[in-house]
């Protein structure tokens, strides 16, 4: 089956502005995870939905940004008045419900949006 | 926030040699992940150990895990020009979201 799809690929955007980022993960997965990467460095952790409701947004950096996920499938990542240090690859994961401490399903990784702030 | 630390930074081998690479963390952790990642876009999952186990195979890939010295080390054996790539390190907590916290990776070059 289908994996993890982002898109857009990429996107370029002037500082101020406002953009949506979006995650189709695979088809019957719950769990869904926002990453961010930045140049040179590891994957770091933004938010993460169990079906509909954001279970852990801890991670997002301050109000500008904000995800949803009305359906409990897609899911759009939403950046307003960016600025330039948002620019870094976007990372959207998916996987199988949480069953349980040690039990959970591996994290599937979409290809990325990479997002460039000028 | 990054959770620790991988070793080293960057790696470069000849084809048919084994590569070593280790990651250190901070917190108590559920399960430890090493993840693949080429041209710095999606990761690709290669195995996952569990807090309770010491070691685990896949393939040409041994991972052993150390909760008291809160490390593990991933070791890819006859390597080959298409393992090139950046290997992560991801603990997934205590917490019960499944949220992983990444290093900051090694990058690895086999030379053909």
């Known amino acids: 089956g289908a994996g993890v799809s982002q898109t857009p690929s990429n996107k370029v955007t002037e500082k101020g502005k406002y953009v949506e980022l979006r995650c189709d993960p695979i088809s019957g997965h719950t769990a869904l995870y926002w990453y961010r990467q930045s140049l040179g460095q590891g994957p770091e952790f933004l938010i993460y939905f169990q079906g509909t409701g954001a279970a852990d947004d801890s991670g997002l950096p301050n109000d500008r940004f904000f995800a949803v996920r009305p359906e409990g499938s897609v899911s759009t990542l939403k950046i307003q008045r960016t600025e330039r240090g948002d620019s870094a690859v976007y990372l959207c994961?998916?996987?199988?419900?949480?069953?349980?401490?040690?039990?959970?399903?591996?994290?599937?990784f979409g290809p990325g949006t990479r997002l460039t702030v000028l | 926030s990054q959770q620790g630390e991988e070793d080293p930074q960057a790696l470069s081998i000849q084809e048919g040699e084994n590569a070593t690479m280790n990651c250190s963390y901070k917190t108590s952790i559920n399960n430890l992940q090493w993840y693949r990642q080429n041209s710095g876009r999606g990761l690709v999952h290669l195995i996952l150990?569990?807090?309770?186990?010491r070691e685990k195979h896949s393939g040409r890939l041994r991972v052993t895990l150390d909760t008291s010295k809160k490390s593990s080390s991933l070791l890819i054996t006859a390597s080959r020009a298409a393992d090139t790539a950046s290997y992560f390190c991801?603990?997934?907590?205590?917490?019960?979201?499944?949220?992983?916290?990444f290093g900051q990776g090694t990058t690895l070059q086999v030379k053909p």
């Open positions: 150990i569990r807090s309770n186990e």
């Open positions: 994961a998916s996987s199988r419900k949480n069953q349980g401490t040690g039990t959970r399903g591996t994290q599937y």
């Open positions: 991801a603990t997934d907590g205590s917490s019960n979201t499944g949220k992983l916290i």
